[in-house]
């Protein structure tokens, strides 16, 4: 079977090194067409967000700087001959207004801090998998606050009969007025686990978001107000602080209420002391157990399989091929940038093909297992890799491990996002890349690559699939701005001494 050999591709049976298939006539026409266009918002429209808005302002606090996040993925296959209706129906929850939309009203989801709907047509799929009866694929995705259950169970209560309306759509999707439990139990059944997750705002819900939000904006008032006063003439940051937290308790009486703590990553000498058992302390244990025989055999027998990997995968790099510049980029990226930089975030979604056999497939599992255990357990901080601007980002494989999906949502325009990648994070990049088809040339799994920084954009772009329906629960912050009101928030409590109430201010 192709998926037991050894090679990664390419072959005479592997599809265009390109991923996305040259589109028929009309579709390339569509592909020059301006974007769904999103109708100003009317004033009940409004009123219904800031009430939306407001429903949670004080829910939740106890569980500030607390609070649990994880990603969810439904994978749902769509019915033949039902893309264009589904379309339409997602074009509508977009067209009408993301946020207080009908079908999906999602500022009332008060547990979603982004959420999507992406329409992975058959054609693409087909062409991706090499499998001729391959259906298209809707993908609900969310990154959400607390536990999957209770997320869930807002979801379907809010939004049930909206999403039973776009199931409809789909294979074995709810039947008419089966309800909320129905309608869960579809999504349950669907569900795809993530093999990497980061959240560049950890711990901080949704709700203590837009209520720090509130905070910040408390205390830059009060300060304007105030600007010719005594307080803040005498230019003691002490005394400045002291009476902003005297106005900020009284106008915010939750803000009395101190939030946990800002996250923190595993300390290095825990990962130090964790590296060192692994590689010194079970040798010798095994030494003491097994005797010396055995243990230097299996050492042996690891280092030299380990050698072998590492030659096995040079030899698979020096035949795989670059994907050609696609003749449709030019107009697949000026789709894609109409709808991109409309607010201070962006986001992407991404579908490659893996390389061919096992080999490759394992590898790519390894290292995002590993790339999942560093964003979980070290950058947690609000930085990966020093990349400041990721709110959420997540690597999925599907299709029993034939195609490898990317979730991103990010801050500011698309060039500065890749372009802090090549700069910051091109071997953890390349690292997972290298194993798709088509990737730029690669050597020992981490270099090369994604420093060609042409080719790899244009890769990237090429691997680019439109997201049908993208919200943001809080769409005018930054990952900056986000952290920067949680220390803002921390700062209200405690002792201070003249120099930490300087650089306290120096944050608002």
């Given at each position: 079977?192709?998926?037991?050999?050894?090679?990664?591709?390419?072959?005479?049976?592997?599809?265009?090194?390109?991923?996305?298939?040259?589109?028929?006539a009309a579709q390339a026409e569509a592909l020059a067409a301006p974007p769904v266009q999103r109708a100003p918002r009317d004033a009940a429209q409004k009123e219904r967000a800031a009430r939306w808005v407001a429903e949670g302002a004080e829910e939740g606090l106890a569980g500030d700087g607390r609070t649990g996040q994880a990603s969810f993925l439904a994978v749902l296959p769509v019915r033949d001959g039902h893309e264009g209706p589904l379309q339409t129906i997602l074009e509508t929850i977009e067209a009408e207004d993301c946020e207080t939309n009908h079908i999906i009203p999602f500022l009332r989801l008060h547990t979603v801090h982004f959420a999507r709907f992406v329409l992975y047509d058959a054609r693409l799929r087909r062409h991706v998998t090499q499998d001729k009866g391959a259906p298209g694929l809707l993908l609900f995705a969310t990154d959400y606050d607390g536990s999957q259950d209770a997320h869930l169970d807002e979801v379907v209560g809010v939004a049930g009969a909206g999403l039973q309306s776009i199931f409809e759509h789909c294979q074995g999707g709810p039947a008419p007025g089966a309800g909320p439990a129905a309608v869960k139990a579809y999504l349950l059944a669907h569900q795809r686990p993530s093999n990497t997750f980061y959240s560049g705002t950890r711990r901080r819900s949704v709700l203590q978001i837009r209520r720090e939000k509130r905070l910040r904006d408390c205390i830059e008032d009060y300060l304007d107000r105030e600007r010719d006063g005594a307080v803040l003439r005498s230019g003691d940051p002490v005394k400045i602080r002291e009476a902003v937290r005297a106005h900020v308790f009284a106008a915010l009486p939750w803000a009395k209420e101190s939030p946990g703590p800002y996250p923190t990553a595993v300390p290095?000498?825990?990962?130090?002391?964790?590296?060192?058992?692994?590689?010194?302390?079970?040798?010798?244990?095994?030494?003491?157990?097994?005797?010396?025989?055995?243990?230097?055999?299996?050492?042996?027998?690891?280092?030299?399989?380990?050698?072998?990997?590492?030659?096995?995968?040079?030899?698979?790099?020096?035949?795989?091929?670059?994907?050609p510049r696609p003749d449709t980029l030019k107009d697949h990226t000026s789709s894609l940038a109409a709808r991109e930089d409309q607010i201070v975030q962006n986001q992407m979604t991404s579908v490659r093909r893996i390389k061919l056999g096992r080999f490759r497939l394992t590898l790519i599992r390894l290292v995002l297992w590993a790339i999942d255990k560093v964003a979980r357990w070290l950058q947690v901080a609000g930085t990966l890799a020093g990349i400041p601007s990721i709110h959420f980002a997540r690597w999925v494989i599907l299709d029993e491990g034939r195609t490898l999906v990317f979730f991103s949502n990010f801050d500011g325009s698309w060039e500065n996002y890749l372009g802090d990648f090549i700069d910051k994070s091109a071997v953890g990049l390349t690292a997972v890349w290298s194993n798709c088809i088509g990737f730029p040339a690669t050597r020992w799994l981490v270099l090369g690559g994604a420093r060609a920084e042409r080719q790899f954009k244009d890769y990237t772009r090429d691997s680019q699939i439109n997201t049908a329906v993208w919200y943001s629960a809080y769409k005018t912050l930054t990952v900056s701005n986000i952290n920067a009101n949680s220390f803002i928030r921390l700062g209200l409590h405690g002792d201070m001494n003249a120099e930490e109430a300087r650089r306290w201010l120096l944050r608002l």
């Open positions: 079977m192709a998926t037991d050999e050894p090679r990664s591709g390419p072959s005479p049976d592997d599809p265009p090194l390109a991923a996305r298939p040259a589109p028929p290095t000498a825990a990962v130090a002391g964790l590296a060192l058992l692994v590689l010194v302390g079970l040798p010798a244990a095994a030494w003491l157990v097994f005797g010396g025989v055995v243990t230097l055999s299996v050492v042996g027998a690891l280092l030299l399989a380990l050698l072998v990997s590492a030659l096995h995968l040079r030899m698979l790099e020096a035949t795989d091929r670059e994907a």
